[in-house]
Structure formats: C-alpha cells, structure tokens
C-alpha cells in the first residue's frame, strides 16, 4: 500500500483534480459534443421499427460472441498458434478508440445484414495503405459503401477525430468489402424481407389511423343539401358538434330528433395480419431460424442447425474477406490466416460434461487443464495436466506425450503407481519406509518366500514390490 506521502504526491481525483482548474461558466472546447453516441450503428428503411430488429440484433450478438483472430497454421491447416498482431488485437480486445473487439464484430454484422454490403476500412496503419500491400492494423471501423468504382470505393465512415461521418475514396485491395451471404433473402427490393418490412409498415400505419381519436361519424341532416345555402347550414351543424366534443370534459353533444349518426371506425375484415404471418412464417424457414432461437427456449440440435446454417456463413464471409485483404501472399505462404472459432460446449448441459470430459481426455483429444478452464477452474501446476495421455493407462519407460501449452513435449513422468508397484516418495511413503528399512538378508528372504527360486534380475518392479509387502520379519 502506498505511504501517505506517495499519495498526497501523486494521488487523483475526477473532481478535484482537474487541468486546468475551471468554474461552471468557464467554456473549454473538447471539439465535437453529442447527447448520444455518434458512432452506433442506425438501421434504415425503418427496419428499427419492427420485428427484423429483433432478428438482426439476435444474429449479431450471436457472430460477436465467436472469437475470431490471425493463427499460424500447421503443414496441414490446423491451428497451430495466434499471431500476436495489430489485427488481431483489433478482433479480439480493441478495435478502435471507440468499440471493443466484440462490439465492432456485432456492428459489423448488423450493418452487413441492413446495409446487405459495408466495408471494414483500416483506420490507423503503421504504413499508407494506398502504397504498400504490407502494413499492421492498429485500428479499423465499419463503413458503408455509397459510391462504386472499377479499382475504388467511396466509404461513409465514422472520424473519431471529428467526432462525425466523412466520406473517403479507398482502394479496393487495401479495404475488406463483403456482401451479406443472404442478399437475395434479405436485401433484395422484392425478396421476403422487404415485402414483410412493407407488410408491417402497413399495418403500422392502420394503427396510428385508429389511434389518432377521429370519431369517423356520418350525420344525416332532416334536409336535403343540394343547394349551397343548406350546404352552409350543414357546414355550421358539423362545426357545433365539433365544438360540442372538444369543448366538454367527457366528450358529450347533443343532437336532434331527427338526425341520425352513422360510426364508420368499425373493424374491417382484411387478410394482412394473415399476409404477416405467412411472410414471417416464410422468412424464417429460407433463413433456418425459428421462434424458440429468438425467445431463447431452443434445444441443442435446433442451435445447431442455426449455427451451421446462419452464423457460420455469414462469419465465413468475413475471415475470407480479411484474408484476401488483410494478408499478403506472403503471410499466406507462410501458413497464416485469420480463422474464427466456436465454443462446442456452449450447449452443454452441466449434467453431460463429466462424460464428456472422460472421452475427451481418455482419448487424448484435450488435456486436464484444458477441461478445467471449459468448467470454469483454474488450471493446475502440473505438467501432467497439460498431457495429452490416457490417465487410465501406465506410462511405459521412456514413452512421451503431446503438451498442449505450445512448448516441447517433455517426457512424461512415470505413471502413478497402483497396487504391486513400487512407488515413490509422493505416492506410497509407508511402502518406501518399510523398504528402506529391511537389510539386504532380509530382502532377499523376503524375496524367496515370494519367489522362490527366481533370481532378482528375473523379477519385475511390481512383484518386488509386492514381495516387499507381504514380508514379515520372523
């Protein structure tokens, strides 16, 4: 803990240490100022209106929470290990001043799905992206793409030095532009997404109409109105009942005997909550998704199939993309890639994991520690659990295993022992006690009591240690 000194030193406080020191009235110009953050990603068409919000956003979140990042691969493209670059501290902790790596794949996407193609633009590089090929990433944003060249694009991209949105000319091959896999679903003028958005538009617009508190009244007058002079007199009866309802607490008025009033804002029968349903019903099966993924009631196969189907096209747009983009010929030769990677036991039931972990292990697929971190426990300080082994099964004399913490495999430490071995200081004391304290004679007799007349080199470890067990001085 720090002394007193120390702290009266170099102690801060957000309120009382400010630079330089101000009263409310003293004006100090941090550039531009917004209520709400200008950076988030808006929906357009009106699609933050309706139900396709909840749809996109549920994507969204889903693809964020995959992790994605630039590996070495092996000779025959398995991951290997994580490239410790610029890029990849963009995907995974920062991507710029503004988002984390999480949120900057979920604005992603959700502006791929509105949007149908954006552009993810290298913002800060250590070297010009429009000279070189080669360059790390220290920061990168979404952008829509507004106007379209041969060998160029116009990008609507977010300053976060201003604070607003400016347009920017970029080279194709320094910038990642990817269209939505589900373009002719989703973002096509007359695909079932769009009739479904007009659908509900429609229907939205019914409901303002009956909400708007006009009454919809027909007045039969005891005259006829043909002439001009009953056409004002009948202007005048409509403007007194008008101010008869505005003008009364209870919105009464009175009329007389002999006019008659007909309601017109009775409920019409038509078939659009019907065409809604079809649509949504129709969206839903092109798309592979259903309502229980939405309300989060979804089985493991039903997630399953979502995953395959949805979540993971739309992130294989997105690595295919940065690695055409991001990485030179050069990176590609030597095994290197950017690769996204799914948690298989997100949808495990906690009632399954124990035998998962059993044939996991037992088959030398993941190490101890690798099951440990899956439940949520730190791992162990042990090589051993760090071994790709079968712990079911003793370890002969010089046999090695695979270690999963990237470093040489060591060789493995002889397997712990049971019944009829002969153990070690940190296995059996009491049985290394009693060796060491019998005399060589006593040994031996121990020995041909056992086994008598076998010699000790015929002997194994375990029937000596099992000799010594049983023996019982006279």
Same mark, same amino acid.
Do not use: W
């Given at each position: 803990m720090p002394s007193l000194t120390d702290r009266l030193k170099h102690a801060w406080n957000a309120f009382m240490n400010r630079d330089p020191p101000r009263s409310p009235h003293t004006f100090v110009d941090y550039g531009f100022s917004s209520s709400y953050k200008p950076d988030r990603p808006r929906l357009t068409r009106g699609n933050e209106r309706t139900i396709i919000t909840t749809i996109y956003n549920r994507i969204a979140v889903?693809?964020?929470?995959?992790?994605?990042?630039?590996?070495?691969?092996?000779?025959? !493209?398995?991951?290997?290990?994580?490239?410790?670059?610029?890029?990849? $501290?963009?995907?995974?902790?920062?991507? $710029?001043?503004?988002?984390? !790596?999480? /949120?900057?794949?979920?604005d992603t996407v959700l502006s791929l799905l509105d949007e149908g193609n954006i552009a993810i633009v290298p913002v800060d590089t250590d070297k010009d992206i429009r000279k070189v090929d080669k360059y790390d990433i220290l920061s990168m944003r979404v952008g829509k793409v507004t106007e379209w060249h041969p060998d160029y694009v116009r990008v609507r991209l977010y300053n976060d030095r201003t604070g607003q949105y400016d347009e920017v000319m970029l080279p194709k091959r320094s910038v990642s532009i990817i269209e939505n896999p589900f373009y002719s679903v989703m973002n096509e003028p007359n695909s079932v997404l769009q009739r479904l958005i007009r659908k509900l538009s429609l229907l939205d617009a019914i409901d303002e109409q009956s909400g708007a508190g006009k009454l919809d009244l027909i007045i039969q007058l005891p005259y006829t109105i043909k002439t001009q002079a009953r056409r004002d007199q009948a202007e005048l009866r409509k403007k007194d009942i008008e101010m008869q309802l505005a003008g009364s607490k209870y919105g009464i008025a009175y009329i007389d005997s002999t006019e008659h009033i007909t309601q017109l804002n009775r409920s019409v029968d038509n078939n659009?909550?019907?065409?809604? @349903?079809?649509?949504?019903?129709?969206?839903?099966?092109?798309?592979?998704?259903?309502?229980?993924?939405?309300?989060?009631? /979804?089985? @493991?196969?039903?997630?399953?199939?979502?995953?395959?189907?949805?979540?993971?096209?739309i992130l294989s #747009?997105?690595?295919?993309?940065? *690695?055409?983009?991001?990485?030179?010929?050069?990176?590609?030769?030597? *095994?290197? #890639?950017?690769m996204f990677f799914r948690d298989p036991f997100k949808l495990v039931p906690i009632s399954n994991l124990a035998d998962i972990a059993d044939k996991f292990t037992r088959n030398e697929i993941m190490s101890s520690n690798e099951i440990r971190q899956i439940a949520g426990l730190p791992p162990v300080d042990s090589e051993l659990? $760090?071994?790709?082994? *079968?712990? *079911?099964? $003793?370890?002969?004399?010089?046999?090695t295993f695979a270690s999963t913490t990237g470093e040489d495999s060591p060789t493995s430490e002889p397997s712990a022992p049971t019944e009829g071995t002969i153990p070690d200081s940190e296995v059996d004391a009491e049985l290394e006690q009693k060796a060491n304290s019998l005399t060589d004679e006593q040994l031996a007799e121990a020995l041909e009591q056992m086994y008598p007349g076998v010699s000790i080199d015929e002997l194994t470890d375990e029937q000596i240690a099992e000799a010594i067990r049983q023996y019982s001085p006279q």
């Open positions: 889903d693809c964020a929470a995959v992790t994605i990042k630039q590996v070495n691969l092996d000779d025959a !493209g398995r991951y290997k290990s994580t490239v410790d670059s610029g890029l990849t $501290n963009c995907l995974t902790l920062s991507a $710029n001043k503004d988002q984390t !790596g999480r /949120a900057f794949i979920q659009l909550l019907s065409q809604i @349903e079809y649509l949504t019903n129709v969206l839903y099966s092109q798309l592979g998704i259903t309502t229980s993924i939405l309300d989060g009631t /979804a089985d @493991e196969k039903t997630m399953l199939n979502y995953e395959n189907h949805i979540i993971v096209p #747009a997105i690595v295919d993309e940065m *690695n055409r983009k991001f990485l030179t010929e050069k990176d590609r030769k030597k *095994n290197q #890639a950017v659990a $760090n071994q790709l082994r *079968n712990k *079911n099964l $003793n370890a002969t004399d010089g046999q």
